[in-house]
């Protein structure tokens, strides 16, 4: 708590500490209002999804900051991941031994699904320009060989 406050101090942020309250699970908004920017609203379109959030920061730090990356190694991080490590393999197990809940699930779904028609933006012949990186792969691709696992002699 000592260093969320000092932290806190050091980006000029009121000096709050950490949350000592938890928050509620709820459903999707009534009316949505934006959320985060990656490829997971296609998802939640073809697949049901939950989101699952963990206190793994400080209030007050910034988003896309170096301040967020500072923080993320710290002892509050790392319990955040493991409580949130916890959430998620308990819901794991709830879905795997209570076919009830699954089912209802599904359902509430698939009735998502009637009223909100999924169409993606993308013509269905759309195909990846592969072929736009082609030129700096060719020049780049035996400069970074060095750097792959030699195990699966794969660059990952």
Same mark, same amino acid.
């Given at each position: 708590?000592?260093?969320?406050?000092?932290?806190?101090?050091?980006?000029?942020?009121?000096?709050? %500490?950490?949350?000592?309250?938890?928050?509620?699970?709820?459903?999707?908004?009534?009316?949505?209002?934006? %959320?985060?920017?990656?490829?997971?609203?296609?998802?939640?379109?073809?697949?049901?999804?939950?989101?699952? %959030?963990?206190?793994?920061?400080?209030? %007050?730090?910034?988003?896309?900051?170096?301040?967020?990356?500072?923080?993320?190694?710290?002892?509050?991080?790392?319990?955040?991941?493991?409580?949130?490590?916890?959430?998620?393999?308990?819901?794991?197990?709830?879905?795997?031994?209570?076919?009830?809940?699954?089912? @209802?699930?599904?359902?509430?779904?698939?009735?998502?699904?009637?009223? #909100?028609? #999924?169409?993606?933006?993308?013509?269905?012949?759309?195909?990846?320009?592969?072929?736009?990186?082609?030129?700096?792969?060719? @020049?780049?691709?035996?400069?970074?060989?060095?750097? #792959?696992?030699? @195990?699966?002699?794969?660059?990952?």
């Amino acid at each position: 708590m000592d260093f969320a406050r000092r932290f806190q101090k050091s980006l000029g942020k009121p000096e709050v %500490g950490l949350p000592t309250e938890g928050i509620s699970v709820s459903g999707p908004p009534i009316v949505f209002t934006g %959320g985060g920017s990656s490829h997971v609203s296609e998802v939640t379109m073809v697949c049901p999804t939950a989101t699952v %959030g963990f206190p793994s920061s400080i209030p %007050g730090v910034e988003g896309h900051h170096w301040t967020r990356v500072a923080v993320s190694g710290t002892t509050i991080a790392h319990k955040g991941l493991n409580a949130g490590a916890k959430a998620i393999a308990d819901t794991g197990i709830d879905l795997l031994t209570r076919p009830d809940v699954l089912a @209802k699930i599904k359902a509430e779904f698939a009735a998502q699904q009637q009223k #909100y028609l #999924y169409r993606s933006y993308l013509p269905a012949d759309a195909r990846p320009p592969v072929e736009l990186y082609q030129e700096p792969m060719t @020049k780049f691709r035996p400069l970074m060989e060095k750097f #792959y696992n030699e @195990k699966f002699n794969e660059p990952w």
